[in-house]
């Protein structure tokens, strides 16, 4: 319960009030631009209108591409295979025997016989 509270922002504040430092401070050493400490909330880099419009086309192109061609071209996905037709197997690719043939282990007695 109490590794619950502290993934909740609620828990956060409650179970760890005694743990407000930032870790982001170096003790006895000046600041590079590399180990800058971040802000909370931190306004995010502006991106330019041709990344945004990239961002949105390209998945909805994907998605076309991909949703037209598993339409039309099905085959692609599921394989080339001849359209089977049951009506011309023979018994013997279906693997029914000859009605001569005895199918029975000896010895069997039918239900109908059976007392």
Not at 14 to 30: M, T, Y
Not at 36 to 61: D, G, M, N
Not at 89 to 113: A, H, N, Q, R, S
Request: proline fraction near 10%.
């Amino acid at each position: 319960m109490l590794s619950f509270l502290r993934l909740s922002r609620a828990g956060q504040r409650v179970c760890c009030r005694a743990k407000r430092v930032n870790k982001n401070f170096k003790r006895n050493e000046s600041w590079d631009a590399a180990d800058a400490p971040q802000v909370y909330r931190e306004q995010l880099p502006k991106h330019s209108k041709l990344l945004i419009a990239l961002a949105t086309f390209y998945p909805a192109f994907v998605t076309f591409y991909l949703g037209y061609n598993f339409y039309h071209h099905p085959e692609h996905v599921t394989g080339h295979y001849p359209k089977m037709e049951p009506s011309k197997w023979t018994d013997e690719e279906l693997g029914i025997p000859p009605d001569d043939e005895d199918i029975y282990p000896p010895g069997y007695i039918p239900l109908k016989d059976r007392v």
